[in-house]
């Protein structure tokens, strides 16, 4: 009776150690953790992406389409679809290296991870002949206070894949901000609406071209944020209510700074500070320019 005993207990004692080695074995895994639920991620965004040790901080949005677009001080830009809030996410990655960071350059891959919150998500990439590294973004606040309607002429900057001045005349309202005015570059006119998303300081973007020059025609289309900081310090970081857009085209993407009324770009506004990290982490130096 008593050898049966013993031989029943090293029986359950074997089931049980087997089981855990097969329950550790389960957590390892190179995708998202496997998890259930989604998570309200619509809003700005701020984080970092690391690789070999070296990190670049960008700010962004993500809108409730799931697309997520940001940029760092270089106006390099990166953009993660779809991003929709579920706990666990397997999404395509773009990158577009600025003019300031010796581009254009672009690349693609894969960014997989976890939204652990409302507020917060993490998770790894890579771009597909580049390199791989991790991330790690949490939701914040760039305007104090609710989104204000601004009007008058304001000087502007897009800067990225094309680097170019403009002059607008805002008007609408604090949820539909309008625009029209003319760029410098190619003498084009152009137009367009920061349509808000809600109450989340997301708008939906769109930006027109049209003239008598042939290259003045096109729409495109983006994302974009009121701040209360002067990001590019086109203006001394002086005060005021700074409006953003991300514009992502395979004609070049790039972001727009508008100034508040009354100020004016500064001549450094064509090259943003520049920074090589952009390339070390995405290992765009080893891919086709």
Same mark, same amino acid.
Request: overall charge negative.
């Given at each position: 009776?008593?050898?049966?005993?013993?031989? #029943?207990?090293?029986?359950?004692?074997?089931?049980? +150690?087997? !089981?855990?080695?097969?329950? =550790? @074995?389960?957590?390892?895994?190179?995708?998202?953790?496997?998890?259930?639920? &989604?998570?309200?991620?619509?809003?700005?965004? $701020?984080?970092?992406?690391?690789?070999?040790?070296?990190?670049?901080?960008?700010?962004?949005?993500?809108?409730? &389409?799931?697309?997520?677009?940001?940029?760092?001080?270089?106006?390099?830009?990166?953009?993660?679809?779809? /991003?929709?809030?579920?706990?666990? #996410?397997? !999404?395509?990655?773009?990158?577009?290296?600025?003019?300031?960071?010796?581009?254009?350059?672009?690349?693609?891959?894969?960014?997989?991870?976890?939204?652990?919150?409302?507020?917060? /998500?993490?998770?790894?990439?890579?771009?597909?002949? *580049?390199?791989?590294?991790?991330?790690? +973004?949490?939701?914040?606040?760039? /305007?104090?206070?609710?989104?204000?309607? %601004?009007?008058? %002429?304001?000087?502007?900057?897009?800067?990225?894949?094309?680097?170019?001045?403009?002059?607008?005349?805002?008007?609408?309202?604090?949820?539909?901000?309008?625009?029209?005015?003319?760029?410098?570059?190619? *003498?084009?006119?152009?137009? @367009?609406? +920061?349509?808000?998303?809600?109450?989340?300081?997301?708008?939906?973007?769109?930006?027109?071209?049209?003239?008598?020059?042939?290259? =003045?025609?096109?729409?495109?289309?983006?994302? *974009?944020?009121? !701040?209360?900081?002067?990001?590019?310090?086109?203006?001394?970081?002086? !005060? *005021?209510?700074?409006?953003?857009?991300?514009?992502?085209?395979?004609?070049?993407?790039?972001?727009?700074?508008?100034?508040?009324?009354? &100020?004016?770009?500064?001549? $450094?506004?064509?090259?943003?500070?520049?920074?090589?990290? +952009?390339? $070390?982490? #995405?290992?765009?130096?080893? /891919?086709?320019?």
């Amino acid at each position: 009776m008593i050898r049966h005993c013993a031989l #029943f207990l090293s029986l359950v004692s074997m089931v049980l +150690f087997a !089981s855990l080695i097969i329950s =550790c @074995g389960g957590s390892s895994h190179s995708g998202p953790t496997p998890c259930t639920g &989604a998570f309200n991620v619509v809003g700005d965004w $701020q984080g970092s992406v690391t690789s070999g040790g070296t990190s670049v901080d960008f700010l962004g949005t993500i809108d409730t &389409a799931g697309n997520a677009v940001f940029f760092d001080p270089a106006a390099d830009i990166v953009t993660v679809s779809p /991003l929709t809030g579920a706990c666990s #996410f397997s !999404s395509t990655e773009t990158v577009y290296e600025s003019i300031a960071d010796g581009g254009p350059a672009t690349g693609s891959g894969t960014a997989s991870g976890n939204v652990t919150s409302d507020t917060a /998500l993490s998770g790894s990439e890579s771009i597909s002949g *580049g390199n791989s590294g991790t991330f790690s +973004f949490s939701s914040y606040s760039p /305007l104090t206070g609710s989104v204000t309607a %601004l009007s008058g %002429l304001v000087s502007a900057v897009a800067q990225g894949q094309i680097s170019d001045s403009l002059i607008l005349t805002l008007g609408g309202t604090s949820s539909s901000i309008t625009f029209t005015g003319t760029e410098a570059a190619n *003498g084009c006119t152009v137009s @367009g609406t +920061f349509t808000e998303e809600g109450t989340n300081n997301v708008f939906d973007v769109t930006y027109n071209y049209s003239g008598t020059n042939p290259v =003045c025609t096109g729409s495109l289309t983006g994302s *974009g944020f009121e !701040s209360n900081s002067d990001l590019f310090t086109l203006n001394n970081n002086g !005060s *005021g209510t700074y409006l953003y857009a991300v514009i992502t085209s395979s004609s070049g993407s790039f972001v727009v700074e508008i100034l508040p009324s009354g &100020a004016d770009a500064l001549r $450094q506004a064509h090259t943003p500070r520049m920074s090589t990290s +952009f390339s $070390q982490v #995405f290992g765009l130096n080893r /891919l086709q320019r």
